[in-house]
């Protein structure tokens, strides 16, 4: 499948808990499991040079690492992990204002792409400073273009191997980005990738042609709309309300407010067209580890 990304967008962010993951304990925050998932092959002893205290206030100064899957797995034997999976490893995107958010975390992204006009100015040093470095980890855009920023990330990370995506700050805010976003993951299912829009208490994916296994003791209000102007072989199990090979139109919100319960293993099966599934857990409760679905092909 090749390296996974995560991309860090512009729109509203929170922290929030990511639960269910038992190398985790079970339970880990947002910034936390950045954290730890971003020093994954991290390369010692290369610096920005850029002072970020004085800068811009944040606490430390942030390594350089390179993106590109193949470099990627080169890295992975290099260090010695011939037994680990490649696939295991996380691509850091900073998707335009993406970029002050990350650093923030103290996070040093392996691409950083956008037209860069939500990032303050402050920054200008530091872009200056990769360009310089590192200029494949740069990618600037211009204003107006048919791709928004953040389809275009999806785009440059699919060119390097990446086939899942994990969205961050891309819900909330403006409706119409919050929209475009769900287009971009209809955009990854078409072209065989997964893609997750991940955020405080909700979780959104697409599916298509397939089946979602859901973890076990999943308590959550499930909903399904039609993207296409029709689903069918719609089949939804351990929920509340079941349908068995069912037609759902994108013109009747049959699949809003379901239910997953305590005790069921859910699933969720769309033989054909593209459905749009979003997760709403209870207020606090954190939101499933999307790696914890299992996706199963028709």
């Known amino acids: 499948m090749g390296p996974r990304a995560v991309l860090m967008c512009a729109g509203d962010f929170e922290s929030f808990y990511l639960t269910g993951n038992e190398e985790y304990g079970g339970k880990i925050s947002i910034v936390d499991y950045l954290q730890r998932e971003s ?3 991290k390369k010692p002893g290369l610096r ?17 690492r390179k993106a590109g899957g193949s470099e990627i797995e080169e890295d992975f ?16 995107v900073a998707v335009d204002g993406g970029l002050e958010r990350l650093l923030a975390l103290g996070i040093e992204p392996d691409l950083v792409l956008g037209d860069f006009d939500s990032l303050g100015k402050k920054y200008g040093s530091y872009l ?14 211009p204003c107006e273009k048919d791709d928004t920023d953040t389809l275009h990330a999806l785009r440059v990370c699919m060119d390097r191997g990446c086939r899942e995506f994990l969205l961050l700050g891309a819900l909330g805010g403006r409706l119409d980005h919050t929209m475009a976003n769900i287009q971009c993951l209809a955009w990854l299912r078409k072209n065989d990738a997964v893609g997750y829009l991940v955020g405080k208490d909700t979780i959104v994916t697409v599916l298509s042609a397939e089946t979602i296994l859901f973890p076990e003791n999943l308590t959550c209000t499930f909903s399904l709309f039609a993207l296409d102007s029709r689903l069918t072989g719609v089949t939804l199990e351990g929920m509340k309300y079941p349908l068995s090979e069912a037609t759902v139109e994108n013109s009747f919100p049959i699949g809003v407010s379901n239910e997953i319960r305590p005790g069921d293993r859910a699933r969720v099966t ?14 606090g409760a954190g939101v499933p580890d999307p790696s914890l679905f299992e996706r199963m092909r028709l």
């Open 39 to 41: 020093s994954v092959l």
């Open 77 to 92: 034997r290099k260090e010695g992990k011939k037994d680990e999976d490649p696939c295991d490893a996380r691509i850091f």
């Open 48 to 64: 920005t040079g850029v002072n970020f205290r004085e800068e811009s206030g944040l606490r430390n100064n942030v390594n350089l």
């Open 270 to 283: 769309v033989r054909d067209g593209l459905a749009l599934v979003i997760l709403q857990m209870p207020r």
């Open 128 to 141: 200056e400073e990769v360009r310089r470095t590192s200029p494949e980890r740069i990618v600037r855009l």
